[in-house]
């Protein structure tokens, strides 16, 4: 859901929304000219105001105002005439299309409503702007801040949090913004969508009444018990219940009025309302919820519909998908091919006994389809569905890989997402097709080479998705082929298909390079190479999502170096420094690439600066801890002969072989067993301080906290080794997976074959060998596999290993797209391109080479340089 936001600003790679807002979308006409003595300040996507001379505290009780799209220019108006005379600092969001992504469904709840920020000096004047704004704002309407304290009953909120930007590393070792104790200890800053404050907060008198109310029981006492939510978005909750407090289940659905808006602006409460007059038309319609119930509870709207007891489709095909075990059996594939096609058959039969009634679904895919243990069908979450013959015939786009071009309307819509979720129960890939329509061609090809399904169904699929003149999906230009890409520069294009026998990798390897190289973008300060999200979260500068990362793949990957692009990572560090320490995600990451490109000087100032962050870190993992920082400082000592490099690598490593931070820490609710994230990139540190020192408690250090990793894997049916994701599905990933704790147990048996661990290298190694993998990047697709498989190769060819290795490069054809001209891949949930080095086209780059040169080193640190002993 954290992607959404960040779509909206380009059809080719994800954005920051900051990147909506253009000058006549903006809000600037409605505080232009600026008054003297003001300074405004653009950061990111919010416009901060500032009165010069006037020190604000660093933390204290501060306004948020809320505001709809129709609304915000008037409150935005009347914060200005009320702050710029006063000399009252305050911020606001930039744009109205930003204001639109921050109210959407799925924007994170905790910033929901908030337009402008204001900093009151003190009580006295949180209190006058409280009481006379409040007074000028009376009569506007905006979402409720779920994280503040309402003020009255207008857009005005209150919450105790920081000033100014401090940071701190939480429990887990992850940096977060901080505020001051009245001792001066830092303590994490609450972020989450419901109000609270420090105990040692002093309540502000004018905000007393309001506090009490808030706590009191409201008078409109809610009907029904609920048992727990079964999901959130921004427009509300979906809720499984007990009618009237008796003992009938049933679901209960939320919507906050202003909040959770589509595109076109409309709010949660109106999306309720359209599936209210749905479900009434289709009451009796088997596989459709019967509708009890339409109340409002305080300000929020309520549906309370039958519950429907099943599993949702996406899930089970997660769990039955044949092609994702190691080597699937025809028996298995054939069992699940006539399953499947018996589930279609019954959700075309329910949506089409909802076209009798007149309906449109418009939100056909496996999310929404619900499979009972007799395989029987439901369709759940009508929000978008409308009347056949309403004039416009068409809502807002649905879910992604199943919404219509748009030249689709009415049933036609339905009919489209049905082809769709034909394709997707036999090669779950559908989100590929926005970028490459034609990939259908290719995709029916492989599912009729390994499911047996009926002739028909084929041409079934590719008469509702093979893209026609009309069609307007595509934002990329038709690829010639079904497996052949054109490849090259200004030059006679080189076809490569990559099922051949030999594939061309030299010509792939350079058309992934062309491709990084032309996304480049060294106009911009915020990011260089267009990512995954999460670069505008910790840096567009980092390793695995940022500039170090991508130019680190280039160079050891045949590409060559870039003066300007590595100027641009040299002037972004000193513009701002990395809050992060990290390998993967802060200072050390970026540290490693200057070194080696020559820039010593400010990769040893930046090392040194972010030791009082080291000092504060509680994470052990390779990924953003304290093993990676450790490797990295072990390098550094080892290259520049730095005694005081090597003596902090070796404190790290005592850090980290506590007893009872190695062998009892907390886990987490999500996996983390692997080399990134688990205990596998302290045991690869561990192995590399044994190098070093010779010291062998090293490797009895490594092998347990190897050991701890394998703890948390289970054997599965197909004789592989596998860590357990979200609902028990296998995680064979190189980040977090079965393929990382491999490429470490084979370090450690280079010095210790009769290890314990080595035990479980063979079916480790299994767990790489899946047929369909969802993704492509290197830490959590394909390309790890790829990579990790012809690593493992070098210290013990396997057949089997051979062939699955050769299986994963045909495979990348699945996934690769073309980027203006050249060959490019998507990154996470493949919704926009990524060219980064964890999600996107340099990690496969790297893999690649890797795998056709049968040499290098996947990722730094993994060279296995040290004979063994």
């Not at 701002?576 to 540290?591: L, N, T, V």
Request: proline content about 6%; glycine content about 10%.
């Amino acid at each position: 859901m954290r992607y959404e936001e960040f779509c909206l600003a380009d059809p080719w790679f994800y954005d920051t929304p900051a990147r909506l807002g253009t000058d006549a979308d903006s809000f600037d006409h409605v505080w232009r000219p600026l008054p003297m003595g003001w300074e405004c300040t653009r950061r990111g996507i919010w416009v901060a105001m500032s009165c010069r001379g006037r020190t604000l505290p660093r933390q204290g009780w501060k306004v948020h105002v809320s505001a709809r799209l129709d609304n915000a220019e008037r409150i935005l108006k009347a914060v200005c005439d009320y702050c710029f005379p006063r000399g009252i600092s305050f911020k606001f969001l930039h744009s109205k299309k930003i204001l639109l992504t921050k109210n959407a469904k799925y924007a994170p709840r905790e910033d929901s409503g908030k337009f402008v920020t204001i900093y009151p000096a003190d009580y006295a004047e949180l209190e006058r702007l409280l009481v006379d704004l409040s007074a000028e704002l009376a009569g506007e309407h905006g979402p409720y801040i779920l994280s503040d304290l309402r003020y009255g009953t207008g857009p005005l909120y209150v919450r105790y949090g920081a000033f100014t930007e401090r940071w701190l590393a939480d429990d887990e070792g992850q940096f977060v913004p901080a505020i001051e104790r009245p001792d001066g200890t830092l303590v994490a800053e609450q972020c989450s969508p419901v109000f609270g404050f420090p105990d040692w907060a002093e309540v502000p008198e004018v905000l007393a009444p309001h506090l009490a109310r808030r706590d009191r029981p409201h008078e409109s006492r809610f009907p029904h018990l609920v048992e727990r939510a079964l999901h959130f978005s921004n427009g509300g909750g979906v809720y499984l219940a007990r009618r009237d407090m008796g003992d009938e289940l049933v679901v209960l659905k939320e919507a906050r009025p202003h909040a959770g808006l589509d595109l076109d602006g409309t709010d949660a409460v109106a999306r309720l309302h359209r599936e209210r007059n749905s479900l009434q038309r289709l009451q009796g319609v088997p596989g459709v919820p019967v509708l009890y119930d339409w109340f409002t509870v305080w300000e929020h709207h309520y549906l309370m519909m039958e519950y429907l007891p099943g599993r949702r489709l996406d899930r089970w095909v997660a769990a039955n998908y044949p092609l994702a075990t190691c080597d699937s059996e025809q028996a298995d594939v054939a069992a699940y091919t006539r399953r499947a096609l018996g589930v279609l058959d019954q959700v075309e039969k329910l949506v089409r006994s909802i076209h009798k009634r007149g309906v449109v679904f418009a939100d056909l895919h496996p999310g929404n389809i619900l499979l009972g243990e007799d395989d029987s069908v439901s369709l759940v979450d009508f929000e978008l569905a409308f009347l056949i013959d309403e004039s416009d015939g068409r809502p807002v786009p649905a879910a992604p890989g199943f919404s219509a071009p748009d030249d689709r309307t009415g049933q036609a819509i339905d009919d489209y997402a049905l082809a769709a979720l034909r394709l997707h129960m036999f090669l779950p890939l559908t989100r590929m097709m926005r970028f490459q329509p034609d990939k259908v061609n290719l995709y029916m090809e492989a599912i009729q080479e390994r499911f047996p399904v009926p002739d028909e169904f084929g041409k079934v699929v590719l008469a509702e998705l093979a893209p026609t003149s009309g069609s307007v999906v595509n934002v990329q230009p038709q690829a010639r082929s079904r497996t052949t890409m054109n490849v090259g520069r200004d030059k006679t294009p080189t076809a490569v298909e990559f099922d051949a026998a030999r594939p061309d990798w030299h010509a792939v390897c350079g058309s992934l390079i062309e491709a990084i190289l032309l996304s480049a973008t060294p106009d911009r300060q915020d990011r260089l190479f267009p990512g995954d999200i999460e670069q505008f979260t910790v840096g567009g500068a980092c390793f695995a999502f940022g500039a170090a990362g991508v130019l680190h793949a280039l160079a050891v990957s045949g590409g060559g170096r870039y003066m300007e692009h590595e100027r641009w990572l040299l002037n972004s560090v000193r513009r701002e420094r990395p809050h992060r320490p990290g390998f993967y995600d802060g200072s050390h990451g970026i540290a490693y690439v200057l070194r080696d490109f020559g820039y010593v000087h400010e990769a040893v100032a930046l090392i040194d600066e972010s030791a009082p962050l080291v000092g504060q870190l509680h994470d052990h993992g390779l990924h953003s801890g304290l093993a990676g920082i450790g490797l990295n400082l072990l390098h550094f000592g080892q290259v520049l002969q730095s005694g005081t490099y090597l003596a902090q690598a070796l404190s790290i490593g005592d850090r980290l072989a506590e007893k009872p931070h190695l062998t009892a820490g907390r886990r987490g609710p999500y996996a983390t067993a692997g080399l990134l994230r688990g205990w596998s990139g302290p045991g690869l540190f561990f192995v590399r301080l044994y190098e070093h020192t010779s010291d062998r408690s090293w490797l009895d250090l490594a092998a347990c906290a190897v050991q701890r990793d394998l703890d948390e894997c289970v054997a599965r049916p197909d004789g592989s080794l596998q860590v357990p994701g979200e609902g028990g599905q296998p995680l064979p990933h190189l980040g977090v997976g079965a393929a990382g704790i491999a490429l470490v147990v084979q370090e450690l048996v280079r010095h210790v074959p009769d290890t314990q661990c080595a035990t479980a290298l063979p079916a480790l190694r299994r767990a790489c060998y899946p047929e369909f993998v969802a993704q492509s990047g290197l830490f959590a697709g394909r390309a790890g596999l790829l990579g990790a498989l012809a690593t493992l190769q070098r210290g013990h060819a396997d057949f089997d290993d051979e062939r699955a290795l050769t299986r994963h490069l045909a495979r990348l054809g699945w996934h690769v797209v073309r980027y203006r001209g050249e060959l490019a891949f998507p990154g996470n949930k493949s919704l926009r391109l990524s060219m980064d080095f964890a999600t996107g086209t340099a990690g496969v780059l790297r893999a690649l080479t890797v795998a056709a040169d049968r040499s290098g080193a996947l990722l730094p640190f993994l060279d296995a340089s040290a004979p063994a002993k």
